[in-house]
């Protein structure tokens, strides 16, 4: 007989390990309050960048078991994903590209690559995941395979799910503050600026403050962005004008018509990712995946690798 898992959370950590899950002979089941474009995952451009997740010893490790998925899923237009060039800069101090760069066509800038409003910087080639087609895929995938998904449904806390599954896997990404609790998640709120198609031929981001990024999709751009502390999720108009502004003064260029503003809130969590297996209050099997920060979608392949392993163990 199959066994069941029951996966609470349908961003893209719940939905990556559905798929895992389903493609792997489980009965596979999304129960979540939000779903597809209400997730805080369909706010992301989404970049693979090991960024805003701290140093733990497994995140290259996982960054890398993704960025090996996505070159794989880049051959299928429908995925959403693609390869980019980024353009990693900085505002203060030189910086070099990183070792773990090495594979992946990394050479630092030359002086006339660098815009004015930076010091220096290095190029990288990265998967480009567009949220919207690549949310909407792994959902195809997961159905196909024979996985359902339930939107609307909040749970207080993992034991309140139905006990006719074998296994619970929590992706409640900062959702999982309450849920757990875990008094280590801290919501990253970041609100982007979508704008129309630009004519940008890489990828540009600068982590110094202030943050900064344009990222070129197929039917429009991201500009980015803001990383504080916070749980709100309504937009700030000055904010999204203050992202265009430094984007426009950055890149010399006047930019495309607003289409859209998002917010949404990175699960940070300040002991590092957390996946693990464990037990609930009433003695059942979980695996926890939360707490990925600003890498959600980098650490995403890796991260529901190791709930599988950790499931069939
Ligand atoms: C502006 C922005 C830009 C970003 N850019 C990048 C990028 O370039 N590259 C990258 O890798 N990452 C990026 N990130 C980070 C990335 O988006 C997150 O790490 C990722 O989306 C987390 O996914 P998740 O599935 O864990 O959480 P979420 O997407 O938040 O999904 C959580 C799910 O759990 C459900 N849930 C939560 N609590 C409950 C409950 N109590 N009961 C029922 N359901 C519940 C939610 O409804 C939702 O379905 C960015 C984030 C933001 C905000």
Redesign the pocket.
């Known amino acids: 007989m199959k066994r069941r898992v029951t996966i609470?959370?349908?961003?893209?950590?719940?939905?990556?390990c559905a798929v895992l899950f389903a493609e792997n002979g489980f009965e596979t089941s999304?129960?979540?309050?939000?779903?597809g474009d209400?997730?805080?995952?369909?706010?992301?451009?989404?970049?693979?960048?090991?960024?805003?997740?701290g140093s733990g010893t497994e995140i290259l490790p996982w960054a890398l078991i993704s960025y090996g998925r996505f070159l794989e899923l880049a051959r299928a237009p429908e995925s959403g994903v693609s390869l980019i060039e980024l353009r990693v800069f900085s505002r203060l101090a030189p910086i070099a590209p990183p070792d773990w760069a090495r594979p992946f066509a990394t050479r630092p800038l030359e002086a006339g690559e660098i815009p004015a409003a930076f010091r220096s910087g290095f190029s990288i080639h990265v998967p480009l995941?567009e949220?919207a087609n690549y949310l909407e895929y792994l959902k195809s995938r997961l159905t196909n395979a024979g996985g359902r998904i339930t939107?609307a449904?909040?749970?207080?806390k993992l034991e309140e799910i139905d006990r006719q599954s074998d296994l619970i896997v929590n992706?409640?990404?900062?959702?999982?503050r309450?849920?757990v609790p875990d008094r280590e998640m801290e919501p990253?709120?970041?609100?982007?600026a979508i704008v129309g198609k630009l004519d940008l031929p890489y990828a540009v981001v600068c982590d110094d403050p202030p943050l900064m990024?344009a990222?070129p999709r197929s039917g429009d751009c991201?500009f980015?962005?803001?990383?504080d502390v916070s749980d709100d999720r309504a937009i700030d108009p000055l904010t999204t004008a203050r992202i265009v502004a430094e984007c426009e003064r950055v890149l010399g260029i006047a930019a495309p018509p607003l289409v859209r503003e998002?917010?949404?809130?990175?699960?940070g969590r300040r002991a590092g990712v957390r996946v693990a297996a464990g037990r609930l209050f009433d003695g059942r099997a979980v695996v926890h995946?939360?707490?990925?920060?600003?890498?959600?979608?980098?650490?995403?392949w890796g991260c529901a690798q190791t709930v599988l392993e950790l499931a069939r163990e």
């Open positions: 609470v959370g349908a961003g893209v950590s719940g939905l990556t999304i129960l979540a309050e939000q779903i209400a997730t805080n995952s369909a706010a992301a451009a989404a970049i693979w960048y090991p960024y805003d997740v995941i949220t939107g449904i909040r749970f207080n992706c409640a990404g900062i959702g999982a309450d849920l990253h709120r970041g609100q982007v990024y990222i991201v980015g962005g803001t990383n998002r917010v949404g809130l990175r699960p995946n939360y707490g990925h920060g600003g890498a959600g979608f980098t650490l995403s």
